[in-house]
């Protein structure tokens, strides 16, 4: 199941990093199924993002960034997420560039 979103050519190139909202997930597993090595079901049934060494990281609001060979389907998790709480934004300024509050 892979559905291919254009990704801005702005967002190649920058540094990014994705985030979870837990109080707006659904549990669907969407994210895990497009990109495992950022995302993971954890017990309580919620996606957490993972570090850059495979550790799942629990805390509210914990950011991991977004490997260049991953963007497509990172952006792919936050577009087709159903609670919309995927939060993918610039490093540099902590911009949102997609997920429910990107402009």
């Keep these: 199941m892979t559905v291919q979103h254009e990704v801005p050519t702005e967002a190649v190139g920058e540094a990014l990093e994705v985030w979870i909202d837990q109080d707006l997930c659904t549990g669907d597993g969407i994210c895990a199924q497009y990109a495992p090595e950022v995302f993971e079901l954890d017990i309580d049934g919620l996606a957490y993002v993972k570090s850059t060494d495979d550790e799942l990281l629990?805390?509210?609001?914990?950011?991991?960034?977004?490997?260049?060979?991953?963007?497509?389907?990172?952006?792919?998790?936050?577009?087709?997420?159903?609670?919309?709480?995927?939060?993918?934004?610039?490093?540099?300024?902590?911009?949102?560039?997609?997920?429910?509050?990107?402009?």
Excluded: M, W, Y
Excluded at 62 to 81: F, I
């Design 58 to 103: 629990q805390n509210p609001g914990a950011t991991t960034p977004v490997p260049l060979p991953l963007l497509s389907d990172v952006v792919d998790s936050a577009k087709e997420c159903p609670g919309d709480c995927i939060h993918v934004r610039r490093v540099s300024d902590r911009v949102e560039v997609f997920g429910p509050d990107a402009e």
